[in-house]
Structure formats: structure tokens, C-alpha cells
């Protein structure tokens, strides 16, 4: 495949085929990970879970959504979710600069636009979301303009499992204060108190 590794992840293979987009890629690395650390004889598969930030918290969604065996899942200021929210919100700059940059160098009419939005649906975690059977605790600063909140409650209202959300109403996308403690308490609530790193698959 080619193209850059240090941008265009969401447009890579965008012009190609859905099974070429390099995020899909991610999204099934996140499985196989979780798999293997299902398989190690010191952990109990039936007490994993996913947690991250920005492209971790998308990742996270797309871990619990495509390995139904992960239990719990706390996505943080999920990203990769509602491309087309982002774009009418004329927020498509910082970590979704490419989405303007692809239609600049390759659709500069945006003639081809509808089957970009449809060809970046196959990457788009609001979709996978139905999926997830995990209880999940997502963390959104209201204040975010990198992952605009209406984007990341795309995903989180088409979740059909036990749910929760923590708002930040003065954060942006940013450290959050206390968090670690409540996804340890989260954690714990959903796996039991024993609980360790080797339990948690996390992604950033």
C-alpha cells in the first residue's frame, strides 16, 4: 500500500477499495491484539477490556465491536466517528485536516464526494457501535474541537449495551482531570477487583 505513515491514515486507500483503507487495518489489529491476550493462560477471557484516548477511544469501540468478548470498554473523546458531522461543522482541519486536503489534490469539485462519505462509512465507528456488547463508560469534553462532541455521541447513542457517559463541560481535547480513577473503578465494577494491566488492552 502506498502513501505516507505519519499523515492520511483516514484517506489512505480512500480512492481504491474498502478493504484497502489502511484504518480498517487498525481496526483489526485492535482484535487480533485482544485475541492474543485472551489466549495467554494467565488471563481470564472473560475479563478483558478495551480503553484509550482520541484514536485510542475510536479503537476501543471498534475492539469491543468486532471481538464480542471484551466486557468493558471505556472509549475517551472517541475520534474516527461521523466524517460527514465533522465536515458540516467545517471542522475538518487538525486530525481530520485530510478529509479537505483528499477532496483538494483528488475531487477538488467534490464530484466524487457522496461515494467518499460512503466509502469512509466502512471506517466510521458510529457503525459499528450496534455492535458492541460490552458496558461502556465514554468521556467527552464538551469543549472539544478536534473530536467535536455531536461526533463521538453519533457512536455513543447507536449503542445498544449498558452504557454511560461522564461530561467535562469546560475540557477540550485534553488531559481530564480524575479519569484514571474512574476507569479503574469502572473496571473493576465491570471485571472484579483483581484487575491488572495484563487485563486491559489499551490503545492511544
Known amino acids: 500500500m502506498a502513501g505516507t505513515s505519519l499523515v492520511g491514515h483516514i484517506i489512505r486507500g480512500l480512492g481504491v477499495d474498502p478493504r484497502e483503507l ?24 472473560a475479563r478483558v477490556g478495551a480503553t484509550g484516548e482520541s484514536q485510542g477511544g475510536g479503537l476501543t469501540l471498534a475492539c469491543a ?7 468493558a470498554a471505556v472509549p475517551v473523546f472517541p475520534f474516527l466517528s461521523d466524517y460527514r458531522r465533522v465536515w458540516d461543522l467545517d471542522l475538518a482541519v487538525n486530525a481530520y485536516a485530510e478529509l479537505r486536503d483528499y477532496l483538494r489534490r483528488f475531487d477538488p469539485l467534490h464530484e ?9 462509512g466502512y471506517i466510521d465507528v458510529q457503525h459499528l457501535a ?13 469543549m472539544d474541537m478536534i473530536c467535536p462532541p455531536s461526533t463521538q455521541f453519533a457512536a455513543y447513542n447507536k449503542l445498544p449495551s449498558e452504557k454511560q457517559v461522564t461530561i467535562y463541560p469546560d475540557f477540550e481535547h485534553e488531559d481530564l482531570p480524575g479519569i484514571g480513577d474512574r476507569i479503574l473503578r469502572f473496571f473493576v465494577d465491570q471485571l472484579g477487583p483483581s484487575v491488572g494491566p495484563d487485563a486491559l488492552v489499551e490503545g492511544r
Open 22 to 45: 489502511l484504518v480498517r487495518r487498525h481496526f483489526l489489529d485492535t482484535v487480533h491484539a485482544a485475541q492474543i491476550l485472551m489466549e495467554r493462560p494467565e488471563v481470564d477471557p
Open 112 to 120: 466524487s464526494v457522496e461515494q467518499m462519505w460512503l466509502t469512509l
Open 65 to 71: 465491536a468486532l471481538e464480542p468478548r471484551i466486557r
Open 130 to 142: 450496534p455492535r458492541v456488547r460490552a458496558s461502556v463508560m465514554m468521556h467527552t469534553g464538551l
